[in-house]
């Protein structure tokens, strides 16, 4: 299973980005599918999650109300949609992917562990004044 995040580039606090991941080799029909991210010297964490048929989300506390994931099945792709961004999500982002279970367990945190595929990942950048705005 390949997993090809893209989206990612660098925006002024305030912006927009809407990252993509687009699966090959197999259906993520059938796969509980997440965001995380990582920035440079912190752990890895879990972002936004999103069940097999979309019927169930969740997000980490620190981006309710700003992201939103969602998934095509039909395009076999995933996206999470970033609002209102600020420096403190600047991150290297990567898509995954889980059994179906995990996303309808009661648990609402994130276990790494419990995601098989992960992708490369893209970079989002939250900067201040002077930055660029460039989309890779």
């Known amino acids: 299973v390949q997993l090809v995040e893209s989206g990612g580039g660098s925006v002024q606090p305030g912006g927009s980005l809407k990252l993509s991941c687009d699966v090959a080799?197999?259906?993520?029909?059938?796969?509980?599918m997440a965001w995380f991210r990582q920035a440079p010297g912190q752990m890895r964490v879990g972002v936004a999650r999103i069940s097999m048929n979309s019927e169930r989300t969740t997000y980490a506390d620190t981006v309710k109300g700003r992201f939103f994931i969602s998934r095509d099945n039909d395009k076999n792709a995933i996206y999470l949609q970033m609002n209102n961004l600020i420096p403190e999500y600047s991150a290297m982002y990567y898509c995954?992917?889980?059994?179906?279970?995990?996303?309808?367990?009661?648990?609402?945190?994130?276990?790494?562990?419990?995601?098989?595929?992960w992708g490369q990942g893209t970079q989002v950048t939250v900067g201040g004044q002077g930055t660029q705005v460039t989309v890779s």
């Open positions: 995954a992917a889980a059994p179906a279970y995990i996303c309808t367990s009661e648990f609402v945190g994130f276990n790494e562990g419990d995601f098989y595929y």
């Open positions: 080799d197999y259906m993520i029909s059938v796969y509980c």
